[in-house]
């Protein structure tokens, strides 16, 4: 009974959060997705204007570009250059860590269980070498239903019953600590590296954790320029996040403090990027090319958690968490040293009008 009232509480949560955003859409007439469409074709619109790439905007997020006789349309990132079958393999994420293990490429060790599995999933957690991370096998983009650094068994049945709410099978990996470094490839080249920086705030000693946050996301939604930053999350990752610094949404930071308030480094969770192009060692982009050739990926991007991009794989080590398809273009045009960033789209459109598929 107790296991199903923790259940249950999980799943109040979601609906409220669900019924949030939903009122937030109809009474605003916006709609989060579109409007994340848009920043994603705001990017692409510039570097096709650079191009001389004509643009026609036919609503809902959808893009025809054209250029000497040529067309091309592009909603969300998604292009001529994949398959609808490519997609659905970098999308099961489960099925990416099975490819790139039999490849004898890095990933974290993982086991994948259905609710009606629950007990199985509990030893396995149990018996995992150390923290773990959890996840909807399917359906993470933006960092839905994921936490990260998962220690009691407590966390872990909060994080499985949410990973639950949003795909019929829950992933568990270890926890692999280091930076977490998202590399944008085309076939077999390197378009932008950027290190992903979990969200934090500054402490005043004057407000709450909560209301510091509430002052972040509200400059956020404010700024119009450079750099524009998506919103800090208040979810589970945040909660265990704070827990683990015996901290709470209510704790007062005393002034000049940085307190990390998220695990996850995701855009969508209110992370932050650093350029890194210029200091990533080859050896991790062979190895991303790699992962995306084996899933038959030809434009994705490639997050690698390792201590030190910099350094050759066999000294730094790390592994290959994720790919994805339709990566963001407008996440690497926030990074925080500005003058490192790649004109990644550019290339991008140049690599789609020269040579298409």
Known sequence: ??????????LGRFFIKKTHTFLKNYLSREDDYEIELNKENSILIDAAAKLNIQVTDHGGGMLELGRRGKTTFIRGNATELESAISHKIAGDKFLVSSILAKHGLPAPASACFTLAAFNEACQYFKNAPGPVVVKPRRGTSGGTG????IATLKDFKNAFYEAALYDRYVMV??????????????????????????AYVTGDGKHTLRQLIRQTNQARAAATSFPRLW???????????????NLTLRSVIPAGRKVFVKTLCNGHQGGMVEEVTRITHPDFIELSIKALRHCKVRFGGVDFITPDISKPFAESGGCINEINTTPSFFGHYQASNREEIQDSAEKFLEYLFRNGR
Request: positive net charge; proline residues 4%.
């Open 146 to 149: 994921i936490t990260a650094g």
């Open 173 to 198: 990996e270890d926890f692999v600590a280091g930076e977490n470094i998202r590399l944008l490839v085309l076939k077999d080249q390197l378009l932008s590296a950027v290190k992903r920086i979990p």
């Open 231 to 245: 919103p800090i999350q208040i979810n589970n990752d945040l909660h265990l996040t704070l827990r683990r610094q």
């Open 1 to 10: 009974m107790k296991q199903s009232l923790q259940y249950y509480r999980v």
